[in-house]
């Protein structure tokens, strides 16, 4: 049991909700943000010890309530941005389509006359 919590940071919330919710949108690459961050704090503070980023986050004057916030609302974000292109994507197939039905109508026009 002890072996699971340390593969898995022991925060099962995170693990279960967020980060698969992250992951729908693509690769979000959550480790390498995880250590940019080790990496720039540690250089200011000095320096750390190697440590898990769990334990980091929580001894930190970041605060893990700071971190999960970022991350619900890197998930906002991608969601938006998906909505957005998703509607962006709609208006040109419907564009596209009005296009077409209107030169079809008139080729239809121009060969019942003729």
Not at 86 to 94: C, D, H, P, T
């Given at each position: 049991s002890s072996g699971i919590n340390a593969e898995y940071g022991g925060n099962r919330l995170y693990n279960v909700i967020l980060?698969?919710?992250?992951?729908?949108?693509?690769?979000?690459?959550?480790?390498?943000?995880?250590q940019d961050i080790m990496n720039g704090?540690?250089?200011v503070d000095g320096g750390c010890d190697d440590?898990?980023?769990?334990?980091?986050i929580l001894n930190s004057n970041i605060g893990s309530v700071h971190y999960y916030?970022?991350?619900?609302?890197?998930?906002c974000y991608l969601l938006f941005?998906?909505?957005?292109?998703?509607?962006?994507?709609?208006?040109?197939?419907?564009?596209?389509?009005?296009t077409i039905e209107t030169e079809a109508d008139k080729l239809w026009k121009v060969q019942w006359c003729s």
């Open positions: 980060r698969p919710a992250l992951n729908v949108f693509g690769e979000i690459g959550l480790e390498d943000l995880q704090h540690c250089e440590q898990d980023f769990n334990d980091f916030v970022l991350q619900a609302l890197m998930f941005v998906n909505i957005l292109l998703v509607n962006l994507l709609i208006a040109i197939f419907s564009n596209t389509y009005e």
